[in-house]
């Protein structure tokens, strides 16, 4: 079966650093995708936050993690850079691709999606 498995989550303290990674498993060739980073947290609806395009190609979609958050790839996973994190940034961490190579203006319907991995930020 394939799937999107993401990890790196954990506590950190404002101001702090955290770095995301997202590999492909169960036979998906993940060279072929676009990827997208979203996050949610408790009470909130879920929110797009980056994308990555099969060339490297990025896309920032949330105004609240511009020149904070940076995604990056090599040929076995995307990589989601997170500085200066605060408190807001607290949520659960998701993966996700749309089977595309290319990345949307906006992030839309998803066809698969890793597990979440949970950011906590806090003093």
């Known amino acids: 079966q394939v799937q999107l498995v993401a990890s790196g989550g954990g506590l950190v303290q404002p101001g702090g650093s955290l770095r995301l990674s997202c590999a492909g498993a169960?036979?998906?060739?993940?060279?072929?995708?676009?990827l997208s980073w979203f996050r949610q947290a408790l009470g909130k609806e879920r929110e797009g936050l980056l994308c990555i395009s099969m060339n490297a190609d990025g896309t920032t979609y949330a105004d609240s993690v511009k020149g904070r958050f940076t995604i990056s790839r090599d040929e076995t996973k995307v990589s989601l850079q997170m500085n200066s994190l605060t408190p807001e940034d607290t949520a659960t961490y998701y993966c996700?691709?749309?089977?595309?190579?290319?990345?949307?203006?906006?992030?839309?319907?998803?066809?698969?999606w890793g597990k979440g991995t949970l950011v906590t930020v806090s003093s």
């Open positions: 169960g036979g998906l060739i993940f060279d072929y995708y676009a």
């Open positions: 996700a691709t749309d089977m595309l190579d290319y990345c949307s203006d906006v992030p839309g319907p998803m066809d698969l």
